[in-house]
């Protein structure tokens, strides 16, 4: 079956839990639910928050959900690893291991790209450690290095309206 791709909803953090770990531990167990549901670093991530101008797509097969990006408009004083500024939302993508190289993260991304673009975003930005394979992805996008956050692995995608 192929992926069909809907809105996130508020509701949705386990969801959003479940994508985080696996975000986080991309490389390998390092960190456990519990860490994501209690560490400041990574419990953000979990919450959409609409009313911020948070929003995402899941993309769903016959067994539920298999990915998820989302855009969040964290404040300064509370920042992920991808932070430019409180105007860019920084993204998360997330696809199950068992749905990957599907051309599902490359649907989301986009997905997200065109809502970003109609709801007036001008700036995303995400945070990808050096060594993700996800980073070949970002870049055929169109992402690009943050100047002064390479270490971290910033990269941000300027949105041209006329796109």
Same mark, same amino acid.
């Given at each position: 079956?192929?992926?069909?791709?809907? *809105?996130?909803?508020?509701?949705?953090?386990? +969801?959003?839990?479940?994508?985080?770990? %696996?975000?986080?531990?991309?490389?390998?167990?390092?960190?456990?639910?519990?860490?994501?549901?209690?560490?400041?670093?990574?419990?953000?991530?979990?919450? +959409?928050?609409?009313?911020? %101008?948070?929003?995402?797509?899941?993309?769903?097969?016959?067994?539920?959900?298999?990915?998820?990006?989302?855009?969040?408009?964290?404040?300064?004083?509370?920042?992920?690893?991808?932070?430019?500024?409180?105007?860019?939302?920084?993204?998360? +993508?997330?696809?199950?291991?068992?749905?990957?190289?599907?051309?599902? %993260?490359?649907?989301?991304?986009?997905? +997200?790209?065109?809502?970003?673009?109609?709801?007036?975003?001008?700036?995303?930005?995400?945070?990808?450690?050096? %060594?993700?394979?996800?980073?070949?992805?970002?870049?055929?996008?169109?992402?690009?290095?943050? *100047?002064?956050?390479?270490?971290?692995?910033?990269?941000?995608?300027?949105?041209?309206?006329?796109?």
């Amino acid at each position: 079956m192929a992926a069909t791709f809907r *809105p996130l909803g508020a509701h949705e953090s386990r +969801l959003l839990e479940e994508a985080t770990l %696996g975000n986080m531990n991309w490389c390998g167990p390092r960190f456990t639910a519990q860490d994501v549901r209690d560490r400041r670093e990574f419990a953000h991530y979990t919450r +959409l928050v609409p009313q911020r %101008g948070d929003f995402g797509v899941v993309a769903d097969e016959a067994d539920g959900a298999v990915g998820v990006v989302w855009a969040l408009f964290l404040p300064a004083d509370d920042p992920g690893y991808g932070f430019v500024d409180e105007r860019t939302a920084e993204i998360s +993508l997330w696809v199950s291991e068992d749905s990957r190289r599907k051309g599902i %993260g490359r649907a989301l991304l986009r997905l +997200l790209v065109d809502e970003a673009r109609a709801r007036g975003v001008r700036r995303l930005s995400l945070s990808v450690e050096a %060594g993700n394979h996800a980073q070949a992805l970002y870049l055929s996008e169109g992402f690009t290095d943050w *100047p002064g956050g390479q270490a971290d692995g910033v990269m941000v995608l300027e949105l041209d309206e006329s796109r």
